[in-house]
């Protein structure tokens, strides 16, 4: 069964609305931040499940980053549409079904096994659908590839949508091999490529734009504001790997948390860390999130951490002691002149060890680099910008960093009392 619904071209971006019917078999939307990238492929999702006999899998890295994400935004397009009286939403095993039988099944590439075992209720997966694709490793996607199997009516797609980071990355290498820089298109029988920036956004507020536009850094207006693949400048670290560490995330001693406060504009950013020898193991994101208060900090963190202390920024004394009024050993981390770099400089005497799901750490740590000045030379101070996660872990490791004698009191400074 097929329903045919009256949507209006009105509510696509221009760019986009060609790609309605692509059926090539791989499909790539890459550029600039806030492009409508997402917003079409949730489009192309919903109309898909109606009319045109699609099962979608929509994947990410890590399955915790996909309920805030790709999936909210699916049925926010659903709510648009006025079609929820078409649509099962199960939030819980994040699933949305139509009414024509058709699913959109979401997972995250951390779990293996429910990945091999899935399967729609009616009909074969017809497509991935991976968003932030540069997150995934070559092999993951390669695998991928093979949970399109099946008779069906239709052609199977795969589609990864993104920002562009820097050309080594694997992406880049496998399909960008034949693309044009200043082109916005590519096509072959196996293959389309659609770059867009903020500038085929017709539904952006102007603040948007001015923020994209008045961008100084060359690194984030090249990939944010152009949409162009970057090439990084020095990066802050170059001794770190991803592996899992399930097995050994709850053998040692002793673990340092940390906490770097957002709200608005940044995310509060919590995790635990642990070190054995020369390895220093980011074992857990407690927190990667904006908008929180400090109740709902509290209530998060309790779980995690029990009665183990947290560094968290000094700049919030206020926060500190409230988190400390919800039973949060929570003490102040050391700041000062040069406080940064020293703690980068003893950070890099450790092999770093990050766990495959702490993905927001992979992230920040992949793109941390130093500034240039203005005649593009390095100097030794640290872009500050997507650091949330990085900034955690110096205040996590304070007492180490610091040398801080165990026998001495804690300050008043240090427990949030000014």
């Not at 097929?2 to 009105?10: L, M, P, T, W």
């Not at 003490?331 to 799901?357: H, M, T, W």
């Not at 955690?392 to 240090?414: G, H, M, S, V, W």
């Amino acid at each position: 069964m097929n329903v045919n619904v009256q949507i209006s071209k009105k509510v696509f971006n221009k760019a986009y609305i060609p790609y309605l019917e692509n059926v090539t078999r791989t499909q790539i939307f890459f550029g600039g931040s806030s492009a409508g990238k997402s917003v079409f492929i949730s489009q192309r999702c919903v109309i898909d499940l109606l009319e045109n006999n699609r099962n979608y899998l929509v994947i990410r890295n890590t399955a915790n980053t996909l309920r805030t994400s790709v999936f909210n935004e699916i049925r926010k397009i659903i709510l648009s549409f006025n079609l929820e009286r078409l649509f099962k939403i199960h939030k819980t095993e994040m699933t949305i079904t139509c009414i024509t039988g058709y699913q959109i099944l979401f997972r995250g590439l951390d779990d293996a096994e429910k990945l091999k075992s899935i399967i729609p209720e009616k009909g074969v997966i017809t497509d991935i659908l991976i968003e932030e694709a540069t997150e995934t490793k070559r092999d993951d996607v390669k695998q991928l590839y093979k949970r399109l199997r099946g008779k069906s009516k239709v052609l199977k797609r795969l589609t990864m949508a993104f920002n562009p980071i820097i050309r080594t990355h694997w992406i880049f290498k496998e399909y960008f091999t034949n693309w044009v820089e200043g082109e916005f298109e590519y096509h072959d029988d196996k293959l389309s490529i659609l770059k867009t920036t903020y500038k085929d956004n017709r539904f952006l507020e102007q603040d948007d734009i001015d923020e994209l536009e008045n961008e100084q850094d060359e690194y984030y207006r090249q990939v944010y504001t152009l949409g162009n693949w970057g090439i990084l400048g020095d990066l802050i670290f170059t001794n770190w790997k991803i592996e899992d560490l399930t097995q050994i995330k709850n053998t040692f001693g002793t673990y340092y948390n940390g906490l770097d406060f957002g709200f608005a504009n940044d995310p509060t950013a919590a995790g635990r860390q642990a070190i054995k020898g020369k390895k220093l193991y980011i074992l857990q994101e407690l927190l990667y999130e904006k908008g929180m208060t400090n109740d709902v900090i509290a209530g998060k963190l309790k779980p995690a951490i029990g009665k183990e202390y947290i560094r968290c920024d000094s700049s919030e004394p206020k926060s500190i002691a409230e988190l400390r009024g919800y039973d949060i050993n929570a003490l102040a981390a050391k700041k000062g002149p040069g406080s940064v770099n020293f703690g980068i400089q003893y950070l890099k005497q450790f092999g770093i060890i990050i766990d495959r799901k702490c993905q927001n750490a992979i992230n920040e740590i992949q793109l941390y680099q130093w500034k240039k000045d203005k005649d593009g030379n390095v100097i030794n101070v640290p872009v500050d910008r997507n650091n949330h996660f990085m900034d955690q872990i110096r205040y996590a490791l304070n007492d180490r960093i610091f040398e801080k004698e165990e026998e001495k009191p804690y300050t008043a400074e240090e427990l949030g009392i000014f």
